[in-house]
């Protein structure tokens, strides 16, 4: 080959194998051969580099790229939009857009999915609007993937009232249309508006795919759905849909949820697990974690640590919170530490919640508020409120009032929060403070937000609240939890009596 000169198809064929095989030095000395020739005015190969170097993650080299070529034309403006976007820069996407629209390049389907995508990433519901408009405007609504962008991008920006409308002019709906609506609904937890798309999909006819099989698992979990995930599982394996991995994670998941901690078990056990990754491991350490069995999930970290896999963020945090419930105060810390010397993972808002709540319970507040100082970065509320609860059940005022200063500066319109301090002046006996709470409140309007359960019998779906007296056996059910109350104290009376 010595003497022979490349032309463009060599060259675009060479970027493309550096590519495929990660061979960035491969990619550099293809460009430098570039240069070196007279392809550099080559608009298509200046194409494929700007792809090339794009899809590397070296956007600098690819804007300068993208600079320089003359004569862009509507795909290189897509590649350097998509770019940004990939990358995690999607405000810098939406300004190259408005650079396109200023050149008068027109816009095709392609810049249309970037542009709805970048939006989402950015929760602008009002750019979204902006952006559905142009859509219309300029006839690129006429392929669903745009429809199917669109409803993605309303739900992620809370806006579902006009994902639904865009999903219902939808003609030629598709699977992923169906996936998109019932993954939105589920997100802004609006689980019953969930469930009525999944039986609409399958009365319409529609072929539930994987995809589908994981976002509407979460709807039937949040109402204890057991039989419905029974039922969903069993249509999974008819279908061959158990062959992805995700699938059978999203199961385990799902009946340990539902309180089938064995059946989750059997599923991790079986044959599709052979080569189980850390999510399959994490999800049952997970599992055994929220069923209170904490010598199982200690035991199942340990195995995963001896199959050579790397504990990830969400497995710390499945250990911490079974140390939290178990009050193994030694063992978190072990947990915690191991986490940033051992595996150099670093801990978020979560993993110090965990700690600060394992610490507080136990009693160790002043411990507790020295970890929350040496933290790297800003405490937000989901540190500072176990705190708060740690301080009511060990009674100290002092840190309570910083804790609740700092919760009440980050959620002002948060009524548990005030409550919470109301009630740990209560318990000291500061009757002042208490009344000057109670005045706070009712001046703000502000009042606690009932929780609510939800409970599937017999295909029925249930609702609770607190001190509810709305369900139709409202009597029989309070009748029943008094029993069960009077059962308790007499219970405790006797191994009272016992240990005496």
């Given amino acids: 080959m010595e003497g022979v000169r490349p032309d463009s198809i060599t060259i675009v064929n060479l970027l493309r194998a550096s590519y495929d095989t990660m061979s960035l030095n491969v990619g550099r000395m293809v460009h430098c051969l570039v240069c070196v020739s007279n392809l550099s005015e080559d608009l298509a190969v200046n194409t494929a580099l700007l792809t090339f170097h794009s899809k590397m993650?070296?956007?600098?080299?690819?804007?300068?790229?993208?600079?320089?070529?003359?004569?862009?034309?509507?795909?290189?403006?897509?590649?350097m939009i998509s770019a940004y976007l990939q990358n995690g820069f999607p405000v810098e996407s939406l300004r190259?857009?408005?650079?396109?629209?200023?050149?008068?390049?027109?816009?095709?389907?392609?810049?249309?999915?970037?542009?709805?995508?970048?939006?989402?990433?950015?929760?602008?519901?009002?750019?979204?609007?902006?952006?559905?408009?142009?859509?219309i405007r300029n006839g690129l609504d006429y392929q669903v993937s745009v429809h199917n962008s669109l409803i993605d991008m309303y739900c992620k920006c809370g806006g579902l009232e006009s994902a639904r409308k865009v999903f219902d002019l939808v003609t030629n709906k598709t699977t992923v249309s169906w996936s998109s609506m019932i993954k939105g609904s589920l997100s802004l937890e609006q689980f019953s508006e969930a469930l009525s798309l999944f039986s609409e999909m399958k009365l319409d006819g529609y072929r539930i795919d994987f995809i589908t099989v994981i976002n509407i698992l979460p709807a039937f979990v949040s109402i204890g759905?057991?039989?419905?995930?029974?039922?969903?599982?069993?249509?999974?394996?008819?279908?061959?849909?158990?062959?992805?991995?995700?699938?059978?994670?999203?199961?385990?998941?799902?009946?340990?949820?539902?309180?089938?901690?064995?059946?989750?078990?059997?599923l991790f056990e079986e044959d599709q697990f052979t080569h189980k990754d850390v999510i399959a491991w994490n999800s049952m350490i997970g599992a055994y974690s929220k069923h209170g069995n904490w010598l199982q999930c200690y035991k199942m970290y340990a195995q995963l640590k001896l199959m050579n896999l790397k504990p990830n963020q969400v497995t710390f945090l499945s250990v911490l919170t079974a140390c939290v419930n178990s009050?193994?105060?030694?063992?978190?810390?072990?947990?915690?530490?191991?986490?940033t010397e051992r595996y150099g993972c670093q801990p978020?808002?979560?993993?110090?919640a965990c700690m600060v709540d394992l610490l507080g319970r136990a009693g160790r507040i002043r411990e507790a508020l020295q970890l929350i100082n040496s933290m790297h970065f800003k405490p937000d509320a989901r540190v500072w409120g176990p705190l708060l609860s740690a301080c009511k059940l060990h009674s100290d005022i002092e840190v309570a009032e910083l804790a609740a200063e700092k919760l009440i500066t980050m959620e002002p319109k948060n009524a548990g929060n005030y409550i919470l301090l109301s009630n740990i002046y209560a318990a000291a006996g500061k009757w002042d403070e208490v009344g000057k709470m109670r005045v706070f409140l009712r001046d703000r309007g502000l009042k606690k937000t009932p929780g609510c359960s939800w409970l599937d019998i017999n295909g029925k779906n249930h609702e609770f609240r607190v001190a509810d007296q709305f369900h139709p056996q409202s009597d029989d059910i309070y009748t029943i939890l008094r029993s069960?109350?009077?059962?308790t104290k007499i219970i405790m009376g006797r191994e009272t009596l016992i240990n005496d």
């Fill in 57 to 79: 993650g070296c956007l600098e080299v690819a804007r300068l790229l993208f600079d320089r070529t003359p004569g862009k034309d509507c795909v290189v403006w897509n590649l």
């Fill in 96 to 135: 190259l857009l408005l650079v396109m629209v200023r050149s008068g390049v027109r816009t095709d389907l392609f810049t249309a999915l970037a542009a709805i995508s970048s939006i989402a990433d950015l929760n602008s519901i009002e750019r979204g609007t902006e952006m559905h408009g142009h859509v």
């Fill in 225 to 266: 759905a057991l039989e419905q995930v029974k039922y969903l599982y069993g249509y999974s394996v008819k279908c061959g849909l158990t062959s992805f991995p995700s699938v059978n994670t999203a199961f385990l998941a799902s009946y340990a949820k539902c309180g089938c901690i064995d059946m989750a078990q059997k």
């Fill in 327 to 339: 009050g193994s105060v030694k063992e978190g810390w072990d947990c915690f530490k191991e986490m």
């Fill in 348 to 352: 978020k808002e979560e993993h110090y």
């Fill in 484 to 487: 069960l109350e009077l059962e």
